[in-house]
């Protein structure tokens, strides 16, 4: 077995003249859940689909399960699109059958195994129910089962948390440790960080149809300085107080906010205890991978608004 | 059996039991008993409409009573040759008085057509018609002339003929041909009915976007072919449930009709006959391969729709897809009807090779022709066609709808759907 699931190389995709991914490249450990996140319209959605075959990339390979083309391993994969798609006329166990029976899987034992997943997940009231009858958030969930119960070696899924409640939410986070921890690997892409934050061992961000990181959710929160919340003891003169503190320490309310590196919280910890000004409250924190997010956007964004007003000037120039 | 047709037969099932387990699919099933329905009533109200047409006309003949004795004698005898479309209106006459009779009067009475007057002495008539050089004036000259002659050559023995029917006198070219027409005829009208409806087939997956699951699990051949099998699966059963109607139809028919006239007819064989002799490869090859040709017009036309149906980005577009598609189908029944008048002709032979008219011309040609073995090939030919139009239209449709117009435009790519916008 490779050691990678995935292995994208360069993907690029033009629609029209617009670059909408621009050598995105992907390597997802076997056995892991990788998160692909971005902001909406980064490339995250038709970087999936160029990986699984859907689409043809213009530039790039993607090898999936260690097979040379995607389509030569479709049924040891279960994918679950950004566009939901059921037939609203199906039942519930059948269009489950159906997804599995597309993957290989034999009708009768599709039903079995929709059973199970179904009332696994407290949906065993709506086992013969139709589609159409359904609400989104439950018609999702049935087409999340569908994508998974083939038992696949690789699970693609594309935006899985959006439409879904906080409860069923939690299910499918549930649903997607379970898989892992049966040795599947996972996939998948979302602009919520408290999912990725959660579930993900390694993630990719992608902005303006670029990979702008790859690495663990530590590696990213890492990318930060670490965040210090001081309430000074003696209150009295800020001027000295902010005189033991680092450049940049501002003063809101009771409290200093600031933030150090890694290897100043020793230091840190040694110049409050020597200044006496007492400690009341302080706390040290890592960044949230929420707000490393951000700050990745925020750079590409800002350096892509100088490459377009640096062309601005050179073709106005011209 | 290998995934590819495997995964063919998933869709297939899937669009059949779509299609078949709805109270729809009942109201298209018995579409034909309206059709039929419509059909009679027309039928019958233009029927009625002929024969009073028919009755209401008249040629009037002005004569002395000794000449309408004779003109009506002569008229009985050669009506009888004249049947049909050819048969003269019926004769009425007007005895001639001391007081003319206009004839163009008679010609502007109410209550029926009066198509031509004839008066005055037979050696010169004078006819009034309504049509200039119309058939009604020359029978009534006919009449004349023939009430002259017999008069001249005087009383003549009628003549007695003997006639001798030939029978198992074999199939005639004319009824051949005939079955060949009836052939292409109801392949046209059963593709027409039912291939059609392929158009709209993947509608509903790229409106409900599930295409992009079926993209992601299985080939796309796997679903155009599924879903053209699952639809060839409706066609047939549509089929066979009519054959079933007319098959009990007939049973029931059969137990009404005297058992002394089915054994009469039994003994004279003369059904039997007709029936084994009338195409020229045998009646149970002919409805073989009539139904093969049915299967294989139906895969190719429907591979065609399918492919142009799935370029189409809305509801309104395939709407407007059904008239070229109807007038191509219409095309390919000319080609073969005007082929199958001309057995053997280069017009013939390029119908039974164009693929799309294939199956109609070569459904035809086993009725005239005996030759068995270049169906097979024919068959292979077609085949071989509808791989080449599902292999054609799934490139289309993956390079112009799914992947967002990077690639082939069927016209402006940009506003069609499925996976067409640019979602990132």
Known sequence: ?318 | MTPFIRNMFVVARRDFLAIVATPTFLLFLLAPLFMVGMGLAGGMGASQLADKARGAGRIVVIADPADIEALRDADHRLRDALTGPDAPPLLAFRVAGPARIDPAAITREKGSDTYAVMSGPLENPHIVERNADGKSGRYLTLLAGQVLRDRAAGPVAPVKPHFESLQNGGASIAAQQSIGFGAIFIIFLLTLLLAGQTVSSLAEEKGNKVIEILAAAVPLESVFLGKLLGMLGVAVLFIAFWLAVAFGGGLVAATQIDPAALDAAGKAGKAATALASMPATGWPFFLGIGLLYFIMAFLLLGAVFLGVGAQAGSVREIQMLSLPITIFQVGMFSLSAAAASAPGSGLAHFAQIFPFSSPLAMAARAATDDAKAVHLLALGWQAIWVALVVWVSVRLFRAGVLSGGSGWKFWSRKKSSALSSPRT
């Open chain 1, 1 to 318: 077995m490779s050691d990678y699931s995935v292995e994208a190389n360069g993907l690029t995709k033009y629609f029209g003249d617009y670059k909408a991914v621009d050598a995105v490249s992907l390597a997802v450990p076997s056995g892991s859940i990788y998160g692909v996140l971005g902001p909406n319209g980064a490339g995250k959605t038709t970087s999936l689909r160029m990986t699984l075959g859907i689409i043809d990339p213009d530039e790039g390979t993607s090898r999936l399960l260690g097979g040379l083309r995607p389509q030569s391993v479709r049924a040891r994969i279960g994918y679950l699109p950004e566009e939901r798609g059921l037939y609203p006329g199906m039942k519930a166990r059948e269009a489950i059958a159906f997804m599995g029976a597309l993957r290989g899987l034999d009708w009768r034992e599709g039903r079995r195994r929709a059973a199970t997943f179904m009332s696994e997940l407290g949906l065993e009231r709506v086992i013969d129910e139709k589609i159409r009858k359904m609400s989104k958030g439950m018609a999702q969930m049935i087409q999340l089962i569908g994508s998974i119960v083939h038992a696949p070696d690789l699970i693609v899924l594309d935006e899985p948390f959006s439409g879904l409640d906080p409860v069923n939410q939690e299910r499918l986070e549930m649903l997607v440790r379970r898989e892992r921890d049966r040795g599947a690997t996972i996939l998948f892409s979302t602009h919520v960080m408290a999912h990725a934050e959660r579930l993900c061992d390694r993630i990719a961000i992608i902005a303006r149809s670029q990979r702008r990181f790859e690495g663990t959710v530590d590696e990213a929160r890492a990318l930060l300085p670490m965040q210090v919340r001081y309430i000074p003891r003696d209150r009295g003169d800020p001027a000295a107080v902010a005189a033991n503190l680092p450049s940049g320490a501002e003063l809101r309310g009771d409290a200093w906010h600031f933030t150090i590196e890694d290897g100043d919280v020793e230091p840190l910890l040694a110049r409050i205890t020597a200044s006496g000004h007492g400690v009341t409250g302080l706390s040290i924190s890592r960044p949230a991978l929420h707000d490393a997010f951000v700050h990745i956007v925020r750079q590409v964004d800002a350096g892509f608004v100088a490459d377009e007003a640096r062309d601005a000037v050179e073709e106005a120039s011209a």
